[in-house]
């Protein structure tokens, strides 16, 4: 029992809420199977509220405490998350605890502020993200307690035996430098996000449209991810419109969900685009590699990111990118190799960015990516933790 690791996180672990805090905890689930416990919220109606009982996830059943119950279908909340899930963990830690095991992982800086002590345990912190995350909230009131709320944070962090970072070295050293002093004698262990590469690997680009019953002929971009405004879907949307005066039948699919899928709607229709631009919604792992594979290139515009997970997805399928320059873009991308950085978000830069991409051959090279196998992942993290 003492070896066993305690993941407390606010998603369900199945699939909500959608994005890099999810997708991290899948990859730990898949790695250490029921030598994981779990903590965090349900979308279930069958499941009880504020105690722990087994739960079957993928066939495997782990040792599950919901702190609460919310529905999967409101993708925004008149309350922030962050702030709601610091309350529940406040509440419930008691409970959560009395399960008996120290070795605790968390990925969610309100969860480190919720724990009671982090000096009594033995956490491994990792850090989703690098950027002070109420600087850039979709919540714009919370900007006024940022640097509290940052100070509080890394003063918490102090005490925590192992810190891990999804995000590039410039990032990294950023974020220590922030901490003025916090981290100093600290070593941050880089981290990168991890992926299946068994599911993620290419196939065949025609059969697998055939498969989605998708044009043979046409010219496809597709960008997975969080519906969200960091991640610049208006400045793709933009840039897809400036593209096509020069491509012909071309069509941009959006694979994910989020707070801004009516606004992205309301767009495209502004915009003549229904047919162009398709919101495909959120999909199954193996359903956004088909889409990935069948895609003649990926794009992103997002103005942050920790380690992309998206990214090195599409990579690992084979197919060429075209970016913005936020963290981690130039150590996935190979210059003209597997796709290009664009540095400013700038549109006539970017769909020049987009054109030379969409010659690159692929499959392209992906070796620099799929190390990052989640058959990896056990092994890598146990160099950096050691479990008591």
């Given at each position: 029992m003492q070896k066993r690791i305690l993941v407390i996180d606010f998603c369900n672990y199945q699939d909500y809420p959608i994005g890099g805090y999810l997708s991290f905890a899948r990859s730990l689930m898949e790695s250490f199977g029921n030598d994981i416990a779990l903590a965090g919220i349900t979308t279930s109606?069958?499941?009880?509220?504020?105690k722990w009982f087994k739960k079957e996830i993928c066939g495997v059943d782990y040792d599950f405490f919901a702190y609460a119950r919310f529905n999967k279908s409101k993708t925004r909340h008149l309350i922030p998350d962050r702030f709601v899930s610091f309350v529940l963990l406040s509440l419930f830690k008691k409970r959560i605890l009395k399960i008996?095991?120290?070795?605790i992982f968390l990925q969610r800086q309100e969860l480190l502020l919720a724990h009671p002590s982090s000096e009594s345990y033995n956490i491994c912190y990792c850090f989703a993200g690098l950027e002070n995350p109420l600087s850039i909230s979709k919540y714009k009131y919370a900007s006024?307690?940022?640097n509290w709320f940052e100070n509080e944070f890394f003063s918490k962090l102090k005490s925590v035996?192992?810190?891990?970072?999804?995000?590039?070295d410039m990032a990294i050293k950023d974020m220590i430098l922030r901490s003025r002093g916090a981290l100093s004698g600290k070593q941050v262990f880089k981290f990168p996000t991890r992926i299946n590469i068994n599911v993620f690997r290419p196939l065949n680009r025609d059969e697998v449209r055939i498969d989605l019953g998708l044009p043979l002929d046409a010219t496809i971009l597709v960008t997975t991810g969080r519906l969200a405004p960091l991640k610049g879907w208006k400045f793709m949307i933009d840039c897809f419109m400036k593209l096509e005066k020069s491509i012909s039948n071309c069509s941009l699919f959006f694979i994910g969900e989020g707070e801004d899928f009516e606004k992205i709607n309301e767009y495209i229709l502004y915009n003549e685009l229904k047919t162009k631009v398709v919101l495909i919604g959120k999909k199954s792992s193996g359903?956004?590699?088909a889409y990935l594979n069948a895609a003649d290139l990926f794009i992103m515009g997002s103005f942050k990111e920790g380690w992309s997970t998206s990214l090195i997805e599409a990579i690992a399928c084979g197919?060429?990118?075209c970016v913005t320059n936020f963290s981690s873009a130039k150590e996935i991308i190979l210059e003209g190799v597997n796709?290009?950085?664009i540095?400013?978000?700038?549109?006539?830069?970017?769909?020049e960015g987009m054109k030379k991409s969409l010659k690159i051959p692929r499959p392209v090279k992906n070796d620099n990516v799929t190390v990052f196998d989640t058959n990896r992942m056990k092994s890598d993290l146990l160099k950096y933790w050691e479990l008591v």
């Open positions: 109606k069958e499941d009880p509220v504020g008996g095991i120290n070795n006024y307690f940022s035996k192992t810190v891990l970072a999804s995000g590039d359903d956004v590699a197919v060429p990118a796709g290009f950085v540095e400013e978000h700038n549109e006539d830069s970017f769909v």
